[in-house]
């Protein structure tokens, strides 16, 4: 009998390299698992659970786009490498959570075969007979017959000198099994046979087979031909040898399953495949939360967009999947941002410029502000290439809509850089979409070449002043349209008239998507008020002078923090009973008519006590 355990840690062939087609998803099986193999066009090869974390359908039947694999039953999006999920059609704000990622298995591609495993410890086997740098793969056969019971009998087969369906000769085999899994045959003699009415003269090459268990009762044999070299030995001898030994693979296939019909068949293998979590489940752990900074990255690039914008790309310092290359990083959904860790011991908010399905790096732009507080100053005139810094993981506070019949996307100056990452990732999906960024000069226009080049209408407004951006603006939200979506970001000036003006318009609340900076306005935090922890079953008082937030953090209470001004949305806290004095720039006026939730960090009580769900 195998051993189960110990061919969990092992390498498996899965697949072919030539059954990862571009754009097509591969349904294999290990051990009794299903596997979802695909191929990105960046040419990394994903080994993934086959189940969909929605409802479990198979992602075998999804839509490989190049760079993100895609649910055909409710449009959930995973990405290349990590295989997080970067979209939820049915979530309200279409943002699923960092956590929410598919199970993964490393993915090696070697001897003309795809190689996997549920937790391969060691090397992918190497042997003499494979060190040639011709390997010609078989066309896999599955054999329903416990892998136990393979070996001996395709090698009665192959050493008893079996002729194949047009073969006027027989080559004989000998046989060497380092291991169970492995059964190598050593070619003695010559093979003719006929192709196209013609006598072809065929090398015979020694054949390594290596043996998958799909099941308890179910093995695949996958075979590579070694040392034939397809450019010399021609197409009609190359078509002849693989179709000899696919009539042998299925001819001995077909005795052996005849040997075990009468044999009872095994148990099936049931693994074992977790759940997505549910955060309500369990107490929360009392931990201090704050600014994280989970990730060291190293500054691997450094270009110059104009004269006052740099974009600046990061790499993951190490990796903890040897097969990686290169290194990934946590899934990023369109608009998400992360907190960079100064080497001045300042933390700052970025947003992300990366596109669909790139995982191997996070990408920042940053304009140099002379009234900088000391971020951007230090991005741009203090770090260099090879330099190590803490990031947070991504944090999507601006998602993007994926169901609108149109997109806006709205950009002042470097308000750009988010929606920069919506309109790749709409260009990308081919879905339809208008960019219009305000710039002072000509100067200040950054990847224009790109965006220009896009399937979508681009306007540039060049050095308009406040009147005149204010009249474009109103010109553009004058008809609102049903099911069409608005994104903005820039100054906050520019966001709040965008949204006085099209809330006088008539624009529904929930179409129009805008992220602040920072917070404008100033914050009242002259009253005190209790709060109650529903799920920690802690009172608190936060007094005067302090807010919610530092409260929490104070009694070991985690929730997580970015900008700490309310404009980010990350410290967000959902309200059970009493009414927020809510006084963040993230809310739209609809979230906070709700009174569902408030930002921890600026939010306080209008009513003397809040239940919250912490």
């Not at 839509?63 to 449009?75: K, P, S, W």
């Not at 308890?216 to 070299?229: K, P, Y």
Request: proline residues 6%; negative net charge; glycine residues 8%.
């Amino acid at each position: 009998m195998i051993d189960l355990e110990a061919a969990r840690y092992r390498w498996h062939p899965v697949a072919s390299s030539t059954d990862l087609v571009p754009r097509h998803v591969f349904q294999a099986q290990l051990l009794g698992r299903e596997m979802a193999l695909w191929r990105a066009d960046d040419g990394n090869v994903n080994a993934w659970e086959n189940r969909c974390l929605h409802r479990g359908v198979r992602l075998s039947i999804g839509i490989n786009d190049g760079r993100e694999l895609v649910c055909q039953y409710h449009g959930w999006r995973y990405a290349n490498r990590t295989a997080g999920c970067t979209y939820i059609p049915a979530h309200p704000a279409d943002a699923p959570a960092r956590t929410i990622c598919n199970n993964t298995y490393p993915a090696v591609e070697k001897h003309g075969l795809i190689w996997s495993g549920e937790k391969p410890d060691g090397q992918i086997p190497s042997l003499d007979v494979l060190d040639t740098t011709s390997i010609t793969p078989l066309r896999g056969v599955t054999i329903n017959v416990p892998l136990e019971n393979i070996a001996l009998p395709l090698i009665d087969y192959y050493s008893s000198g079996q002729r194949g369906a047009s073969g006027d000769s027989v080559v004989h085999y000998g046989a060497d099994t380092p291991d169970p899994f492995l059964l190598i045959l050593h070619a003695h003699g010559h093979l003719h046979t006929s192709a196209n009415a013609q006598a072809v003269d065929t090398p015979t090459p020694d054949i390594a087979f290596f043996f998958q268990p799909l099941d308890a009762a179910r093995t695949a044999v996958r075979g590579v031909l070694c040392g034939v070299d397809e450019h010399n030995i021609g197409s009609a001898a190359l078509i002849a040898l693989l179709k000899q030994h696919s009539f042998m693979l299925c001819r001995a296939r077909d005795i052996i399953e005849s040997g075990h019909r009468d044999k009872p068949v095994p148990t099936p293998w049931t693994p074992y495949i977790p759940k997505v979590s549910d955060r309500h489940a369990s107490m929360p752990p009392l931990t201090s939360a704050g600014q994280q900074a989970k990730l060291r990255v190293r500054l691997s690039a450094i270009e110059n967009l104009s004269p006052s914008v740099k974009t600046f790309r990061f790499q993951a310092l190490n990796t903890q999947i040897e097969s990686a290359a290169p290194s990934v990083l946590p899934v990023a959904q369109p608009g998400a941002h992360i907190d960079i860790h100064l080497p001045n011991g300042l933390v700052r908010q970025y947003s992300l410029i990366n596109g669909p399905g790139q995982t191997d790096h996070y990408a920042i732009a940053v304009k140099r502000l002379d009234d900088s507080t000391g971020g951007s100053h230090a991005l741009h005139d203090s770090l260099k290439v090879g330099d190590v810094l803490a990031t947070s993981v991504p944090r999507n506070n601006f998602t993007l809509r994926r169901d609108a019949e149109h997109t806006h996307l709205i950009a002042g100056g470097i308000g750009l850089t988010p929606l920069l990452s919506m309109a790749r990732a709409l260009d990308h999906s081919n879905l339809p979409f208008t960019l219009h960024h305000f710039i002072a000069t000509e100067t200040d226009a950054i990847n224009r070449a790109e965006l220009e080049n896009m399937s979508a209408a681009v306007h540039w407004h060049v050095g308009q002043d406040v009147q005149q951006t204010q009249d474009t603006l109103s010109a553009l939200l004058d008809a609102p349209t049903e099911h069409h979506h608005v994104y903005i970001c820039g100054p906050g000036a520019m966001l709040g008239f965008t949204r006085e003006t099209a809330a006088t318009r008539g624009w529904a609340d929930e179409s129009i998507h805008f992220e602040y900076f920072k917070n404008p306005d100033v914050v009242d935090d002259s009253s005190e008020f209790n709060v109650e922890l529903a799920r920690s079953g802690l009172s608190l008082q936060v007094p005067a002078g302090k807010s919610l937030l530092s409260v929490l953090r104070e009694h070991n209470v985690g929730v997580q923090s970015s900008c700490e001004q309310g404009a980010c949305g990350t410290c967000r806290v959902e309200v059970l009973e009493g009414e927020p004095d809510h006084q963040d720039v993230y809310l739209s006026d609809t979230e906070k008519a709700q009174g569902n939730c408030l930002m921890s960090c600026v939010s306080r009580a209008r009513s003397k006590r809040l239940v919250l769900d912490l």
